[in-house]
Nanobody, 124 residues
Framework: QVQLVESGGGLVQPGGSLRLSCAAS????????VGWFRQAPGKEREGVSC????????YYGDPVKGRFTISRDNAKNTMYLQMNSLKPEDTADYYC?????????????????WGQGTQVTVSS
């Protein structure tokens, strides 16, 4: 069964850090570009970051540039999102996604395999 499973979400104070993980099963992640998306209550899903199959190319949405870092470990079939200097506006459900397409970015329609999401709450 093809599956992506996120973990690492939780409650953190403003200025704190979290690292999200996304583990793939049922397929080999190294042939897929992968990305992180988030959706806050009452808002549309937003592209956060994405990374190429090799990890050499990364993109970030403007709200997270300089604070979040995406990475992947193909040997572990896992991708990560390191989130630093968290703000209350980062509060959302975070989803990882994968695409086999050679063209990809921060639009959710570009991805065809999705995880179930993990909740991140930034609050004092």
């Amino acid at each position: 069964q093809v599956q992506l499973v996120e973990s690492g979400g939780g409650l953190v104070q403003p200025g704190g850090s979290l690292r999200l993980s996304c583990a793939a099963s049922g397929f080999t992640l190294d042939k897929y570009a992968v990305g992180w998306f988030r959706q806050a209550p009452g808002k549309e899903r937003e592209g956060v970051s994405c990374i190429s199959t090799s990890g050499a190319i990364t993109y970030y949405g403007d709200p997270v540039k300089g604070r979040f870092t995406i990475s992947r470990d193909n040997a572990k079939n896992t991708m990560y999102l390191q989130m630093n200097s968290l703000k209350p506006e980062d509060t959302a459900d975070y989803y990882c996604a994968a695409t086999f397409s050679p063209t990809y970015g921060l639009f959710d329609y570009e991805y065809n395999t999705w995880g179930q999401g993990t909740q991140v709450t930034v609050s004092s």
